[in-house]
């Protein structure tokens, strides 16, 4: 029988674990596989590694990995697929709003030969201003990026275990990794399912999270943002050296007058923010390659109950 891995990050979520597990073993209990469950505490400050170590106790299937700190949700992703021995993966968040009553779809589209199995959710119970700017974000981030990512796809998914491999080769420390999932190609199939609402605790992502987890997904996959600097630099010199011409033309013409106040503020106003906006996104490409440089681990493991997996 083959082997599912289910990987389930989780950070402060000791009021979900249980539940977790008692919704994912009624859902893999009914299939022909055998199952792995792999939880990865990702620097929790609540019970939610001790509801994890009250599980591995009781029950073989589950197996666990608690980070020594607060890495983020990609590196413990991250960590999971690296010591999961599945055939295939499915990554879900241990908040619930990831249905497993979808298992047995995903796995049937796994059966079906697809090496990624995508859940897409609706924007059911999100504001219309979050959908709207998600929305606009989407259609930004496709028209400049390499990759196609879809409004809606996320991490929920069902990785075969050649797509797990190509995950794991892909070792930048900046991860994003709705763009890698896209990246590596492979075979896919989509299914959709209405947006489940939290029920206990609190969403662990903020504003500022999700504003610093956009500009990862520009950044990551394309070099647009470092061109678009040089054609605006480009224009504007352009466009100052016709200022300069014309200017020049009507001093030789009608002599020096008034100086002009609001003229040289908006000039200054102008460039000053072109160039400050120009040296913001190569700095941040900057910092990405000194992050790549440093070559440190993406994540450091404080306890686990399981190796790394070594392919046969």
């Given amino acids: 029988m083959k082997l599912i891995s289910i990987v389930v990050p989780a950070f402060n979520e000791d009021a979900n674990i249980a539940s977790m597990y008692d919704r994912l073993v009624q859902e893999l209990e009914s299939l022909p596989y055998r199952y792995e469950i792999m939880f990865i505490n990702d620097g929790s400050s609540d019970g939610t590694l001790q509801e994890i170590l009250k599980l591995a106790e ?23 697929l690296k010591r999961i021995k599945g055939d295939a993966a499915i990554v879900m968040d241990s908040d619930l709003q990831h249905p497993p009553t979808l298992i047995g779809e995903m796995v049937a589209g796994y059966e079906d030969g697809f090496n990624q199995v995508v859940a897409r959710r609706s924007r059911t119970g999100d504001s219309k201003a979050r959908s709207l ?12 990026t390499d990759v196609d990512l879809q409004d809606g796809e996320g991490d929920f998914r069902l990785l075969s275990r050649k797509a797990i491999n190509a995950i794991l080769a892909l070792s930048e420390s900046n991860r994003f990794s709705k763009g890698l999932f896209s990246w590596i190609g492979l075979s896919k199939k989509t299914i959709n399912y209405e947006n489940v ?84 996104v190569i700095g941040e490409y900057i910092g990405r390659i000194y992050n790549e440089t440093k070559q440190r681990p993406h994540f450091l493991v404080d306890i686990s109950n399981a190796d790394e997996y070594d392919e046969p």
């Fill in 197 to 280: 609402l939290r029920t206990d605790g609190d969403s662990k992502w903020s504003f500022n999270s999700l504003v610093n987890y956009g500009i990862d997904g520009i950044v990551s996959f394309n070099m647009k943002p470092l061109r678009i600097c040089f054609y605006t630099g480009f224009l504007v010199l352009i466009l100052s050296l016709i200022y300069i011409f014309f200017t020049l033309y009507n001093i030789m013409r009608e002599g020096i007058g008034a100086p002009g106040y609001f003229t040289t503020i908006t000039a200054i106003l102008l460039l000053g923010g072109i160039q400050l906006i120009s040296l913001g």
């Fill in 58 to 80: 009781a029950h073989d299937s589950v197996k666990y990995i608690s980070l020594t700190r607060n890495f983020g949700k990609e590196s413990a992703m991250l960590a999971g």
């Fill in 133 to 144: 700017l998600s929305s606009l974000y989407y259609k930004l981030i496709n028209s400049i």
